[in-house]
């Protein structure tokens, strides 16, 4: 018996996976959302390598491996959309995405609308030092 | 393999089904107007075999039967037996040649027609439907064929889809012998329930007198009302003027020589069963006579070449059903042999000449530019000879010209048995005699209206339709020649046949005596001389009386209409009888349909309508849940999850 026990590990898996869980529920901000999501499968994961070590075999180590592999294909997948979502409406809220509903229903709004979003602060900036380098203007807009 | 032709047997319906399958796939994109080769080669081969068969059969092959497997599971093996005994032979030997002619003549009378290969996939089909019916050992595959013969009938009537009275006489023959086909599957069920649930031939028939009498009558009855509906016996014979709509092989080949005569064949088969129900006789007797005489009266005044060939056509089934009815006991002797021998006969003989004269007819309107009405053609013997001669083979087969044609002998047979019947001491004599008398009277008739068709259309001045151009030609000889063969068939059968009794011993010992000893001792076979001038008397003065109405005093046929406008109006309408059922059957069902209809659109498919609105309203209690936001469905499925582990927990 280890001095930390499987119940230490289970219970930071646990934890994990709720905070997790409340994050993604709670939040509305996508790429915070997204967090939650992979900090649910960490607990989860977390959850696999204790019983594997508990059992003292290599079956929950596969698993973990797996998820892990399975969780950067995903966040490749997931950070693109998120991209292609806040360059159609400027902004990461998730609530601004209700579209796919019953065509009769009236989109849900905030009853308290949301503090308007700070002005961008002019960031200062370092003199520029020798010439410009030649390249495209567009570049700079698609961000 | 020609050792033992059981081994071969089922090769005869099934090269019609092979050369029909290859003519549906092949023909209308590559063999088109090639497409008659597979039809007309396995036709011929059938024909084959069957000579091969009739041979085997004339040696005395005992136990010719084949059980073929259909399928089995576990300790069910369901199968079904192909057999050959007098009857078949006779029946297959008819056909297959028959149609083999047939289908060569139909090369030239369907030449250049967009639906070829259609025409000869239909017929080969029919061929197999057919030879398959007349093979079958038992009732349920002999019915599996009979709607066959009726598939392919309805499609071939129907083969100028696009005339709508095609169409409509295609659907008028299905349904007509629909009904009695119902009668026919309700006997057949009844017979499987008496017999010990079996349907094989040889149990039911060989057990014929162990039935109880009434319900023998009811079976005998049932079955008749089958060959009622597709012989075109008296209540439903008028499905088969209007399939003359068809093309004219197919009139020779389904609706004069074979098909029709399937009703015939399903009754001499179940001799065994008839001749030992009197009652059920007299009715087969009775319609069988009256029909004759009826047909041959409407037939005396219509104008269509090919309708009143089909009214003789009812008229001489007509016949060979009061043969099959009149087999009857006789101080001691039973009549069944002979009667069934005199049908079976008349059967073999009419297949020739009533074929023989569709063809002719066919090939009249290949001349006349598809023109039938006699009253737009005439004198026609100077334009097509050999169709004339060739017509008028089949006409004096027809009317019994004595001695020479084989209608005589065969028609003659039937007169005798009915008058043998008829005579003092055999079970309803009285009313045997009078049909006797209606079946004299309907040999005059028989040979009167035949002969006026004949000299309507192949005498008098010379009347050409303009339908057929400056120069009407005669058939190809690929028409003319099975025209000829089938010519000396019906002027030679009934003197090879007839006299010398050959036929009638090839049935009675390869068939009758294995198949009812019950009804044993056959009454012997002989002429009635007086009968035979007096039937040749009556054939004469019909014809002369045509010669003198229609040549001598050409005025004096529609002087004789106008002084009896009564008959006259009665015979050329067919006596009302498609009004009549119109009026009372097909008005008050389309009537009773309509009433249905209602009641299907508002109140089966409301009903239906309403349980699918069930599913719409939960969907609407349940549509607000859509509501488009991604962290209310994540909450949703966190609820669940939480819901189904909370019930984990607390078992």
Known sequence: MSPVSLHNFLAVGAILFALGAVGFLARRNLIIMFLSAEMMLQGVALNLVAFARYRGNLQGQAFTLFILTVAACEAAIALALILMLFRRRKSLDVSLWQDLREPELEPIVDEEPLPAPPEPVELPRLTPAGPEPEHPREEASHV | MFDDPRNYLWLIPVLPLLASVVT???????L??????PCIIAAVCSCFLSFLVLRAVNSGFEDFKRYYMWFEAGNVSVGFTLGADGLTAVMLVTVTFVGSLIAIYSIGYMHHDPGYARYFAEISLFLFSMTGLVLAENFILLYAFWEGVGLCSYLLIGYYYARPSAAAAARKAFLVTRLGDIGLFIGILLLWSVSDHSLDFSRILNNATEIDPGMRIAICLLL???????????PLHVWLPDAMEGPSPVSALIHAATMVTAGVYLVARCTPLFGVTPEAQLVVATIGGFTAFLASLIALTQSDLKRVLAYSTISQLGYMFLALGSGTRNEGHFLAGLAVTAAIFHLFTHAFFKALLFLSAGSVMHAMGN????????????????????????????????????????????LADVLEAGSPGSVGSFAYLFLFCLGMLTAGLTAFYTF????????????????????PHESPPVMLVPMAILAVGAVALGLILGPTGVFNDFLQEHWMVSAFPHLLPFKEHHHNLLLMVASGVLALVGIGLAWWMYVRKPASASELAQALPGIYGLSRNKFYLDEIYNAFIVKPLAGFAQVLRVIDLYVVDGIVDLIAQVPRWLGMLARPVQNGLVQFYALLMMLGLAGFLLSVLMR
């Not at chain 2, 006026?452 to 120069?471: D, K, S």
């Open chain 2, 24 to 30: 549906a796939l092949a023909g209308p994109r590559w």
């Open chain 2, 371 to 414: 023109v039938i009405d006699m009253r737009r053609f005439g004198g026609l013997r100077h334009v097509l000879k050999k169709t004339h001669w060739l017509f008028l083979c089949g006409a004096g087969a027809l009317s019994g010209f004595p001695v020479i044609f084989s209608g005589f002998w065969s028609k003659d047979e039937i």
């Open chain 2, 224 to 234: 008749f009302s089958g060959a009622v509906g597709k012989s075109a016996q008296f």
């Open chain 2, 32 to 37: 088109k107007q090639q497409s008659h080769w």
């Open chain 2, 452 to 471: 006026r068709a004949y000299f309507l259309t192949f005498w008098g001045e010379v009347r050409i339709p303009h339908e057929a151009g400056e120069h």
